[in-house]
């Protein structure tokens, strides 16, 4: 079945540095990817969503200038954090989409990002 | 907008007890529904899905039925085993891409 790898699964950083977390699709083609963050006890926030080749769309309230997303190929998806605080801290999750899948909401196995 | 709304845990079992989980949903139209797992670990597996009001999504005992007039996609198992125990999460889809999430409902169970 459609796998999605994530990396890395946790990371701790210093306040001010930036982080990148990928996510790939393993055997099939992710036109379109989702960033998502959980908050503890609260849902999954849809940030952004990728599709490859063109700029990501970004919900509201998201700052796009902090929270960069990469979508180069039809693989890899990349979200960087940039200049982290201690209020990034959280838990990111992606989720690819292939056009041959009707329900091709394959979830990655998140990344827990601790920012001190 | 779209939003889910899901019992909050955790909900603690013993083996073999009947488990049902609450979930609501308000959405325009005609959303899709499911149930995705997370097992300890473990990155979102879909568990089961409907996509029209009666529908029944079941899989691995599981099962939840789109109650289109109540707004409602409530999850049960009749049975209940340790190895279930997963934070489980309620979703809609109402069109457009990305999912709307529930909070997520953490369930132990004991043997």
């Known amino acids: 079945g459609a796998v999605v790898s994530q990396h890395p699964s946790w990371v701790i950083c210093k306040s001010g540095t930036s982080v990148k977390i990928e996510c790939r699709s393993l055997d099939f083609q992710a036109t379109t990817m989702f960033w998502y963050r959980q908050f503890p006890k609260q849902s999954l926030m849809l940030m952004a969503t990728?599709?490859?080749?063109?700029?990501?769309?970004?919900e509201q309230g998201v700052e796009k200038d902090k929270f960069l997303i990469n979508h180069a190929s039809l693989t890899l998806s990349t979200l960087t954090v940039t200049s982290a605080h201690p209020e990034d801290s959280s838990f990111y999750i992606c989720?690819?989409?292939?056009?041959?899948?009707?329900?091709?909401?394959?979830f990655g196995s998140g990344t827990r990002l601790t920012v001190v | 907008g779209d939003s889910v709304t899901q019992m909050e845990g955790p909900v603690t079992l013993s083996e073999e007890a009947f488990l049902t989980i609450n979930c609501t949903y308000t959405?325009?139209?005609?959303?899709?529904l499911f149930w995705y797992v997370q097992y300890p670990g473990e990155g979102l597996q879909l568990l089961l899905k409907?996509?029209?009001?009666?529908d029944k999504g079941s899989n691995k005992g599981f099962e939840a039925t789109y109650r289109k007039e109540t707004t409602s996609f409530h999850l049960e198992k009749g049975s209940v085993q340790v190895s279930d125990s997963a934070v489980y999460f309620c979703?809609?889809?109402?069109?457009?891409?990305?999912?709307?999430f529930g909070k997520g409902t953490h369930l132990i169970i004991q043997p």
């Open positions: 409907a996509t029209k009001a009666d």
């Open positions: 979703a809609l889809w109402g069109g457009a891409d990305g999912l709307t």
């Open positions: 959405a325009t139209g005609y959303p899709s």
């Open positions: 989720s690819a989409k292939s056009n041959d899948r009707s329900w091709g909401y394959t």
């Open positions: 990728s599709n490859e080749g063109s700029k990501a769309t970004y």
